[in-house]
Structure formats: structure tokens, C-alpha cells
DNA sequence: ACGGTCATGTAACTCGTTACATGATTTC
DNA sequence: GAAATCATGTAACGAGTTACATGACCGT
């Protein structure tokens, strides 16, 4: 099962939805980690209802364009928790595009090489920003997993920030 | 331009080499961080030797099902360190497949939770291993920034390992 | 009456993975 | 001479992104 699916899946776990509504949801749940675009979530649903795992209905009912509201079924239930698990135990390889462009860093200039960084520092300081305030709003009201998610995205902010500021510090000596 | 494309340029760069051998490069040279298949490598090989940016000469020469060795062309050098540049420019969001699955990690048992965490422990310390051998015996020969990934992947793991282990010593209460 | 945002959808495309197929060369 | 590894390749598939198209509803 794709990701995706998995996501989608795992959002109707909580409440019925429809698919503007999934969107936000993830936005506002969790965008600084993960997103999932319009182009995935209505073929997905589509795809998910055919196979019985969700169910979908017009809610206002008959409105023409209105939207559809999808909850999960029983069957979609027991998929999501074998599929979850069976995801979680088989180790998944990472490719981090990141670790794959650092490798190949020494091949440009010193000039860019720190403007990149720079830029990143400063994207990570304000991503960082953004999820302190989530840990502090969310704090207490999440469950414990989904505020672990939190503190272990914050550790490895954290983490990407120490590293390139000590890396900034040592400039290549050229 | 895609990953692979960069990552086989990025290598070519180095030395020319065939397509068995780019396997080979990646799995020691950085095979902890990311990898390519083969059904990614011949293909692109021959799509860059259409475009130019590499070249390939049968070597040794005439020798049937023999080796093809792929050299980067300027014309692929010039095209490589543009692409290195504007991929480092833009902001890539980082799809975090465990952030998603931590996000739903509630709905599952206690049991199975804690099974899933000391395997990826487990696993975690064994790359940690690894990585921490590759430093040792690269440090001092490699070049800055490829010694830099190293570092950066070897201080993201002590974080993941910190905060599995964080984690499993305050079990979910029930 | 206009702009914004709510809401659903499709088509084309790129990318990457997996599995398979083939055969040469080396090593024991 | 058998097994391992070197070496190249293809076909089918699955997943995800981007761009586009459409139209309703709401506030000012």
C-alpha cells in the first residue's frame, strides 16, 4: 500500500472527511513533515471506496458539486492497522537527497557553497520556529505519539541546525 | 533533472566507470545514506550518452557483452554543476515516511510499538556502527564536504537513536 | 460584480522499483 | 565443472507531481 493511501487511511481514522478537507487536515497537522497534493487524494478515495475501505457520501445530499464526506469502513480499519504495521517492521532505506548533493558540494565554489547554507540555516531556524510554537500549543492535548512526532522533528531541527552552523563556522579553506 | 541523473554525473566526475562499477561507487562510497539500481543505471547511462553528457567506449575493445566504460563529457560537467546548484537553491520539502507512520502509531498495541522501537534501535545502532568505522578510517582523506556528510549523517543518527531510546524508557501508560 | 477560497476532478509526465533474462569471467 | 560474481539490459508496474479545468459559495 502506498503512502498516500496509508495517510489518507490513517486521517479517516480519526473523522469522516472529505478531500479539500484532508488537504488542510494534513496541512495544519503536520505540513512542516508531510503533505499529500489534490493530484493524489481524489483518485486515491475513488480507488479506496472501489475497494470497500472507505465510504463516501454527498453531504449536503444531492447538492450538485458538493462535497463528499468519506469515513472509513471496518474493513478499511483492520487494512490501515496491518498495513501500518507491516510498514513499520520492514526497515525502509531512506534516500536523503540532501546527504546525495553534500557529496558532490566540493565541486562548486566556496561563494555558493555558503550562500546554500545560509539559506538553509535560515529556513531550518524558521521551520524550527514554527514547530516550537505547535509543541507549545499541542502540549498536553496530543497523543503521545503524534507529540513524540513533534519532539523528534524538533531533536533533528535541531540537529540539521547545529551541524550547519558549525559547518559555517569552518569555512573551506581554499 | 532526476536524482539518478545527478548521482551518476556526480560520480563520473570522479572517475569514468561503467555501470556495474557505479553500483559498486555508491554502495561503498555512501551506501549507509542512499543507493541506485540497477534498473535506474543503464537506462540513464544511455539516455546521457544520447544527450551528450556522457560518453561510452567499449573497453577492452570489441569484446562481446564486455564492459562499457562511461566518461563525462564538458558538455556534462557544465550540466551537472548547474543542476547541483539550482537543486541546492530550491527548498526540497522532505517527505518523512516514519514522521507519517509515528503520526498513527496510537492506534496500534502497546506491545507492538515497543517491538517496532528496539528493532529500529537496534538497527540504528548497527549503521551508527558503520558510519562511526567509515569515519575513523576516511578521516583526513576525503574532501571536505564529502567528510561533512558523513558527520551530518552520523550526528542525525545519535539524535534518532537519543530520542528512540528517550521514548522506550517512558512506555505508553494504559 | 469581483476576488478569494471552497471543492472536485483529470491528463500527462517523470521517476524509481522489482523482477526477469542473458551470458561472460573468475575462483575453488 | 560448479558456484559466485561480473556485467548489461528490458518490461511492467506503482507512485507521486504538476498543470490544468471546472464551478459553487461567500463576503464586501
Redesign the interface.
Given at each position: 500500500m502506498s503512502?498516500s493511501r496509508?495517510?489518507i487511511l490513517?486521517a479517516l481514522?480519526e473523522r469522516p472527511m472529505h478531500g479539500y478537507e484532508l488537504r488542510k487536515y494534513f496541512e495544519e497537522?503536520?505540513g512542516v513533515?508531510?503533505?499529500i497534493n489534490y493530484g493524489s487524494i481524489y483518485p486515491t478515495l475513488k480507488r479506496l471506496e472501489k475497494e470497500g475501505l472507505v465510504k463516501g457520501r454527498a453531504e449536503p445530499a444531492g447538492r450538485v458539486g458538493g462535497r463528499i464526506t468519506y469515513a472509513i469502513t471496518k474493513k478499511g480499519e483492520a487494512e490501515?492497522?496491518r498495513t501500518?504495521?507491516e510498514?513499520?517492521?520492514k526497515?525502509?532505506?531512506?534516500?536523503?537527497?540532501?546527504?546525495?548533493?553534500?557529496?558532490?558540494?566540493?565541486?562548486?565554489d566556496g561563494g555558493?557553497?555558503r550562500e546554500?547554507m545560509e539559506?538553509k540555516l535560515e529556513?531550518n531556524l524558521a521551520v524550527l520556529e514554527c514547530i516550537k510554537r505547535l509543541d507549545e500549543e499541542l502540549k498536553g492535548t496530543l497523543?503521545?505519539?503524534?507529540y513524540?512526532?513533534v519532539?523528534?522533528?524538533r531533536?533533528?531541527l535541531?540537529?540539521?541546525i547545529?551541524?550547519l552552523k558549525s559547518?559555517l563556522e569552518n569555512p573551506?579553506e581554499v
Open positions: 503512502l496509508l495517510a490513517g481514522m497537522a503536520q513533515f508531510w503533505m490501515f492497522l501500518l504495521e510498514r513499520l517492521k526497515e525502509a532505506f531512506v534516500r536523503d537527497e540532501f546527504t546525495l548533493h553534500l557529496f558532490f558540494l566540493d565541486h562548486l555558493t557553497i546554500v539559506k529556513g497523543p503521545r505519539y503524534r513524540e512526532a519532539r523528534r522533528g531533536m533533528h535541531e540537529t540539521e547545529s551541524w559547518t573551506l
